[in-house]
Structure formats: C-alpha cells, structure tokens
C-alpha cells in the first residue's frame, strides 16, 4: 500500500473540500436513490400511498418477478444479447478503428459519417428501422425479393425474426466503442512501432503484439459500455416489437416499465435492483478479465 509523504497529506483536506460538492450531488442523484429503489422493492407500493412493508411478505415482489414468464425469456434474451454485444458489436467497433487508425485515404471523412447513426435518437432510429424491415415496402425485403420474388417475412412480428431485427437494429453501429478503441490508438507512443519496425515487425505483428495489447482498457469499457446499454435497452423494443411476438424479445427494461403503468412500483424496483446488480456484476467480472487496474505501460 503507497504511504504518503507529510507534505502530501497536508493537501488532503484541500482536495476533499474540492470534492465534496461532486459528492454531495453524486449522493443526492445516486446513492440515496439507489438506496430508496433497494428498500421499496421489498414493498408494496401504487407510487401514490406510501410504501407498506411487512415482514410477511417481503419477497412478494421478487417472487412475482420470478415466477413470470416474460422473466425468464427476459433473461435467456439478456445473455444472448450481452454475447452478441461483448464479441460482435464491440468487434466491429474496435475493427473500424483499428482502419481508421492506420489513416487510409479519406479516413476523416468515413469517421465523420460513421459518427451519423449515433447523433440520431433511439427512439428515431428504432422507428427508420422498422421502416426498413417493413414486409410489404421495406428497403430489405423488396431487396431480397430481386433474388427471391416468393420472399415474404415480417421481420418485427414474426418468430424467429424478431428477435435478429432487433439485434440488427444496433449491432452494427459501434460508435462509441469505435471512438474509445481510436482514442487509445491514438495515445500509443510512436517510438513503439518505430522500434518494433526497426527489428523488421511487420504491420501485423505490431497490431497484434503492439495495438492491441495496449488497447486492453478501452475494449474492457468498450465491453462494458456494451453489454450494460443491453441491460437498459428499451426504446429499439418497445417502438417496434412491444416485446413480442409472444416473449420472444421481451426484456428487463419493459417489464419495469409495465409495472410502474400498472402502478406497481415495488415491483419495477425489484426489477431495476436485478438490472443494478446486473450491471455491477458485468463490470466487475469485465474489470477482472482485462485487468483494467493495471497499468498497460
């Protein structure tokens, strides 16, 4: 443990007084509410009467969370998404920065319009979307129907379907993980690649061995950034498929937000506590896998 010197624990109320006013918001926006949603999930609660707790039925909420069957699809959805967004998503990301990186002709130019689909709200997106995959006019369909007259599929109520049109409707646009992976890049001294060329490492090589190793943090948070934003993800579901056909793409953030339309706010709090602890989780095992508290340099 790093000890410190007389002269630099005499700065430490300074910089606790610097904080303190970051804290005591992060405390009114965070941890009390964090702390409310924890103790009112173990009630019953219409979000109009105060909160009823009893010892008798302090599970309710959690069981009856447990015991739907949009539940457990919810869940079965959750970790295929999260695998799709820690590999594939975060994949394409890091490849097109990866591109960008070695600054090809027109480079500026493919970064800003790749910058496009994220400056477009969810809610706009989710609906171009299903514009795209509609069976009767959709750019998709219509597409394929060039090569296959006969082809007929309603990608947003049809089975398996849905569940693909969803996944597409983010898959692909990894922006953020794009400009944090780049970011990275862009930090990594160029005396590396100078020395590692000098000893005849080719453009490969110093990418695998180089690039990619010192990029271990950013593709941590990238996979963070990821799989958490699937945990919360809500308009792409609910402006197309509503979490249908049956249960097919029903997730965690639609059952909480059913719940509190239905006045039942315990239990869309013991939906958000799992979502929490859901989230926590992730970045922690995340945090363990890419060693993202230890030094690359």
């Not at 443990?1 to 926006?29: C, D, G, Q, V, W």
């Amino acid at each position: 443990m790093k000890r410190y010197s007389r002269l630099e624990r005499r700065h430490f109320p300074a910089i606790y007084l610097f904080l303190l006013p970051t804290l005591i918001l992060f405390a009114l926006f965070y941890v009390i509410p964090i702390i409310t949603v924890f103790f009112t999930s173990f009630t019953k609660w219409n979000g109009f009467n105060a909160p009823q707790f009893s010892f008798d039925t302090i599970f309710y909420n959690y069981k009856k969370l447990f015991s739907m069957s949009s539940f457990g699809k919810s869940l079965q959805n959750l970790g295929l998404w999260s695998l799709i967004a820690a590999t594939l998503h975060v994949g394409i990301g890091a490849l097109v920065a990866f591109i960008l990186y070695q600054k090809p002709k027109g480079w500026k130019f493919v970064r800003g319009v790749y910058m496009i689909p994220n400056v477009i709200s969810a809610a706009a997106w989710a609906m171009i979307y299903k514009f795209i995959f509609n069976n009767d006019f959709g750019l998709l369909n219509n597409a394929i129907r060039l090569m296959n007259p006969s082809f007929n599929v309603n990608w947003f109520y049809q089975s398996p379907a849905a569940f693909w049109a969803v996944t597409f409707t983010w898959l692909f646009y990894a922006v953020i993980v794009c400009m944090v992976v780049l970011a990275d890049l862009m930090a990594i001294p160029k005396e590396l690649h100078e020395a590692a060329e000098i000893d005849g490492a080719s453009s490969v090589q110093r990418t695998f061995l180089i690039d990619l190793p010192l990029c271990r943090n950013s593709l941590g948070t990238s996979v963070i950034i990821s799989v958490t934003s699937r945990i919360a993800m809500y308009e792409a579901i609910a402006l197309t498929t509503r979490g249908g056909p049956g249960n097919d793409t029903a997730n965690l953030a639609l059952i909480l937000v059913k719940a509190i339309n239905d006045y039942n706010y315990g239990l869309a709090n013991a939906t958000a506590m799992l979502m929490f602890i859901f989230g926590i989780v992730v970045m922690l095992v995340i945090n363990r896998v890419f060693r993202m508290n230890e030094s690359v340099y």
